[in-house]
């Protein structure tokens, strides 16, 4: 098993920055992806960022790109979501989540592991 939590949500406004962590722990040596998800009221959760481990290279979603970064840190199996430049419609839930990795990174079910979620609520 893999525990994922989440931590870093919160009230921003908007064009002002957040950044997420997610500390993995348990058997970590089982996943070699690892993204972030996010779920908006009344909207199917969506894609945001996916990290390979331990190798590093990243992927994101369309509107992620230029203003969002994810990166890691394995010493501490824990990965983060850097957003800048956020707006109104970034408000959601985001989840962390790990997966034995692929070409279907953006793809929900080729992930295993899955946290909480923590809210991000941008005001405009």
């Known amino acids: 098993q893999v525990q994922l939590v989440e931590s870093g949500g919160g009230l921003v406004q908007a064009g002002g920055s957040l950044r997420l962590s997610c500390a993995a722990s348990?058997?970590?040596?089982?996943?070699?992806?690892m993204a972030w998800f996010r779920q908006a009221p009344g909207k199917e959760r969506e894609f945001v960022a996916a990290?390979?481990?331990?190798?590093?290279?990243?992927y994101y979603a369309d509107f992620a790109k230029g203003r969002f970064t994810i990166s890691r840190d394995n010493a501490k199996s824990t990965v983060f979501l850097q957003m800048n430049s956020l707006k109104p419609e970034d408000t959601a839930v985001y989840y962390c989540?790990?997966?034995?990795?692929?070409?279907?990174?953006?793809?929900?079910?080729?992930?295993?592991?899955w946290g909480q979620g923590t809210q991000v609520t941008v005001s405009s």
């Open positions: 348990g058997r970590t040596f089982t996943y070699s992806l």
């Open positions: 989540a790990a997966g034995a990795g692929g070409r279907r990174y953006s793809v929900q079910t080729e992930y295993a592991y």
């Open positions: 990290i390979s481990w331990p190798g590093g290279a990243t």
